[in-house]
């Protein structure tokens, strides 16, 4: 049961609170006449005094009108910002004032938490997982009881009800506008997602799509290369070294990772030397892209079995990866947050493993020859990083030892005597 009253309400100032009344026997059995049984194991559990689920459905149910942005009598009022603040008495934190923090102040509030003690008649026994909280910020009402929806489930690492694929759908409904943008959006996913693996993945990769405009950003990013390398057309060059490579390496079964719009796939499905060529991209949206260029619904049945796109992400296991002569990551990693790099080489050099790795990168010291390119400057707004050629070998080596592979490194592009190649580019031979 849910009940909301208002304790104070004048022109300057409203408070509202909200009370759920749990019972935790019920929790157990069930609902009355349910053949499925109870949510919990035990009777004596923290559900009628903990921030948990069952809070954020009473959110919803008791303010769904302002959750959804509507307000009949003052629509006005529904996209005007407002200093409002949330107390909650008792919010678990498996992670403690720290992830509190990292959920919360990214979104612009301000936070105050006091950590309870287990017991205070016995202060030996240490303090709980369960902070009194006071929320404040300055935003629209949607906004922030959209953020408690989501987060307090996310904070106590639990859900009181099955999680399948329409918790995907509800979680992109109330992340929309601001959980694609958020630094802790994977963690936020998973939890919500009970760490169901498959669900988190699909959501992540949906978030992708919704945060980008695949068609247009492609467009950005050829107009810049263009711009910047306009002396040369490296992204041909590059295409060229890596199938070359991929020959020298005798691979036939392809599979190129962050396809993109897919102008590898289009040369590699062009020369017979190739038996198959899968394409990997995390954006739907770009894969519908490539199959348009590539003119798949049109090609041959027999040059169609040749070539095949999937969605999917470089930072989840993925068993379509594996079982690959060799794979092909052209202008990719560089469009990656650092701290991510470390879940990608698990994913490619361990689990995927292929027999070799073609890996392409730019090389930042050469920026200083484009005329165009203000100086410290990277090539593309996208990029996250660009790395010197010490810092690439090092990272390559790193990799290739620690997965054991071989390594080697070719320049891509014009060389200069003291800064190098525009592009640089690291073959992997798996040794074992």
Known sequence: ????????????????????DVDPVELVRGRRGSRKGGLLEHYINDRPYAASSLLSVAIS???????????KDKPELVKQPLNLEATITALPCRGGEELLRKLFEPLGYKIQAERSELDPAFPDWGSSSY?????????????????????????????HYWVGKDEVDKLLKHGKGWLSQHPEKELITSRYLKHRYRLTREALA??????????????????EEEIVEAKFNLNEQR????????????????????????R???????????????????????????????????????????IGLVQGSLLYRDKRLEG???????????????????AFERVVFEFARPGGIILTTP????????????SGKLRHKDHRFEWTREEFQSWARGIAERFKYGVRFLPIGPEDPEVGPPTQMAVFTRLT
């Open 131 to 159: 902070y009194k909280v006071l929320i404040r910020g300055k935003l629209r009402l949607q906004e922030f009881l959209t953020h408690l929806y989501v987060l307090i489930p996310v904070l106590d690492d639990n859900k």
């Open 264 to 306: 590898l796939l289009r040369v590699m499905l062009g020369d017979r030397y190739f038996s198959y060529v899968l394409g990997l991209d995390v954006s739907h949206r770009v894969l519908e892209i490539a199959s348009k260029r590539l003119k798949l619904e049109r090609m041959p049945e027999r040059q169609r079995e040749r």
């Open 324 to 342: 690959f002569d060799a794979a092909a990551v052209i202008e990719v990693i560089e469009h990656m947050d650092q701290p991510r790099l470390s």
């Open 1 to 20: 049961m849910a009940h909301v009253f208002y304790p104070e309400a004048s022109d300057k100032r409203c408070t509202a609170c909200l009370l759920v």
């Open 61 to 71: 149910r008791c303010y769904g009108t302002a959750i959804a942005g509507r307000c």
């Open 206 to 223: 949906r978030l992708v799509d919704e945060s980008t405009d695949p068609e247009s950003e492609e467009a950005e990013h050829a107009g």
């Open 363 to 374: 090389n930042f010291e050469y920026n200083v020859m484009f005329e165009n390119l203000p």
């Open 239 to 262: 295409v060229g070294a890596v199938v070359a490579a991929l020959k020298s390496l005798g691979a036939k079964r392809v599979i190129d990772l962050g396809c993109g719009e897919g």
